[in-house]
């Protein structure tokens, strides 16, 4: 996802792991973030990834967090002013110019379904999970 009003950004813990990275090796460990609606979380901390959009790749710093769902990745405004990326929120697409012309990347609805879809799902059955065996008796 990318959000022009995130000023960082955002990795989700997993992801990290599932790319090979250390969480032991993060730098800046432990910063209070804020989110907009008000709530905050704390950072794992800091790690550097290559971000490929079509022909360009850019390293990114990504503040590492756990629990970002329904998305894996938020880049923020610092990805788009170094791409001098232009995001349509209408169009779901960014923008950008390259050596060679005009670059559209357009985002999948479906696919943002789906990825919310699965969050939910999780998070449902998590909370499941941690009801004591009382209440399942009861329920049934």
């Given at each position: 996802?990318?959000?022009?009003?995130?000023?960082i950004g955002?990795?989700?813990?997993?992801?990290?792991?599932?790319?090979?990275?250390?969480?032991?090796?993060?730098?800046?460990?432990?910063?209070?973030?804020?989110?907009?609606?008000?709530?905050?979380?704390?950072?794992?901390?800091?790690?550097?990834?290559?971000?490929?959009?079509?022909?360009?790749?850019?390293?990114?710093?990504?503040?590492?967090?756990?629990?970002?769902?329904?998305?894996?990745?938020?880049?923020?405004?610092?990805?788009?002013?170094?791409?001098?990326?232009?995001?349509?929120?209408?169009?779901?697409?960014?923008?950008?110019?390259?050596?060679?012309g005009q670059?559209?990347?357009?985002?999948?609805?479906?696919?943002?379904?789906?990825?919310?879809?699965i969050a939910?799902?999780?998070?449902?059955?998590?909370?499941?999970?941690?009801?004591?065996?009382?209440?399942?008796?009861?329920?049934?």
């Open positions: 996802m990318v959000d022009p009003g995130s000023s955002l990795v989700q813990a997993s992801v990290v792991s599932h790319m090979g990275h250390s969480l032991t090796r993060l730098e800046n460990p432990g910063r209070i973030l804020s989110g907009f609606n008000g709530s905050s979380t704390n950072s794992l901390g800091d790690i550097v990834l290559p971000v490929q959009a079509s022909p360009v790749t850019l390293n990114v710093q990504f503040s590492v967090v756990t629990d970002l769902s329904p998305f894996n990745v938020i880049l923020g405004r610092t990805w788009l002013h170094y791409m001098k990326a232009i995001p349509s929120t209408y169009h779901q697409m960014v923008s950008f110019l390259t050596k060679d670059i559209d990347l357009y985002g999948s609805q479906l696919a943002a379904r789906q990825c919310y879809q939910r799902e999780a998070g449902t059955s998590q909370e499941d999970a941690s009801l004591p065996e009382s209440n399942h008796a009861r329920d049934q």
